[in-house]
């Protein structure tokens, strides 16, 4: 009970390190933050489930594992940020000038505590940033791409969205990425909903595998990590390209068609949405990306189509 209830409310018991495994064995580290916006708790859940597990699996860990709580003030409080979003604003830039605006000692501490686990590192360094969503909608993964990236981000058996890191500035793990960390950010569904931390676990269990921190074949929870991933994306593409950003002003009047998930197909000269220029259709069979039914935002949605890597 008291973990379902949890997942709405502030976790008043949350620190900076939810937990830290180190195996007998060296090889890669694995750092996952959960959190990062206060109001999305359910990464938290799934990061203490899964180090409980690992704790059991010790001898059979090659590398570190370390799960760090993202914005944990606004955590305790249940919101999603105090100041602003800690999901912004990641540059060496912004780093060297940070006041003591509450963001900015969380983003200074958390910081310090990446490279920490970095400077401890005796291996390769992939960083896993849990989020969930407001709508309801299938996991999905946003990475940067390259090599490396590939390797560690496609075994995710949910759909990838390639490309769309270049629509959103200053992300966390964008930041990491560039500064050498192999890395993705994963929604894992919406906010309250007890399925969203049964997902974030079992991508962290995938990506536990991916990075070479456990062995599929000793550890059960990775088979099973994927058969329910898979399960979840249904008919939508293992990859997803995304083509362009329908940027939105107040004075547009865009109104989003109803009835559209966080990803979600759409036919050739579908209905999308209106504005003050009348209708808006899908220019070719594709998939509507994150839809905006709020008031507030300059994303009207991003359109995509399958890519032909997935
Ligand atoms: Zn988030």
Not at 80 to 99: I, K, P, Q
């Amino acid at each position: 009970m008291d973990e379902a209830r949890g997942v709405t409310v502030g976790l008043a018991d949350v620190s900076r390190e939810l937990g830290r495994v180190a195996g007998p064995t060296a090889g890669p580290t694995l750092i996952a933050v959960a959190g990062v916006h206060g109001n999305e708790p359910g990464g938290v859940h799934a990061a203490r489930r899964v180090l409980g597990r690992l704790d059991e699996l010790r001898g059979a860990l090659r590398g570190e594992v370390v799960m760090l709580a993202g914005n944990v003030e606004a955590l305790r409080q249940g919101r999603r940020y105090l100041a602003r979003d800690l999901n912004r604003r990641w540059s060496d830039e912004a780093l060297a000038h940070l006041t003591d605006a509450p963001e900015d000692v969380e983003q200074g501490d958390l910081t310090r505590a990446i490279e920490a686990a970095v400077a401890r590192a005796r291996g390769e360094v992939f960083l896993v940033d849990l989020h969930t969503t407001s709508a309801p909608g299938v996991p999905f993964v946003i990475f940067g791409d390259g090599e490396r990236q590939r390797r560690f981000v496609f075994a995710l058996p949910v759909p990838l969205l390639l490309g769309l890191v270049a629509h959103i500035d200053g992300t966390l793990a964008e930041y990491w990425r560039r500064r050498g960390l192999v890395t993705f950010a994963i929604e894992g569904g919406q906010h309250d909903d007890p399925r969203s931390v049964d997902n974030l676990a079992a991508a962290l269990w995938v990506a536990l595998a991916s990075a070479g921190n456990v062995a599929p074949s000793a550890t059960p929870e990775c088979d099973d990590a994927m058969r329910l991933l898979d399960g979840r994306r249904g008919a939508l593409p293992r990859v997803i390209e995304v083509l362009a950003r329908r940027a939105i002003t107040a004075d547009d009047r865009f109104v989003m068609e109803p009835g559209f998930a966080n990803l979600a197909p759409a036919r050739a000269g579908q209905l999308l949405a209106r504005d003050r220029g009348g209708e808006i259709r899908a220019p070719h069979d594709g998939v509507v990306i994150l839809p905006l039914y709020q008031a507030l935002g300059s994303d009207g949605y991003f359109w995509g189509r399958a890519h032909p890597s997935g």
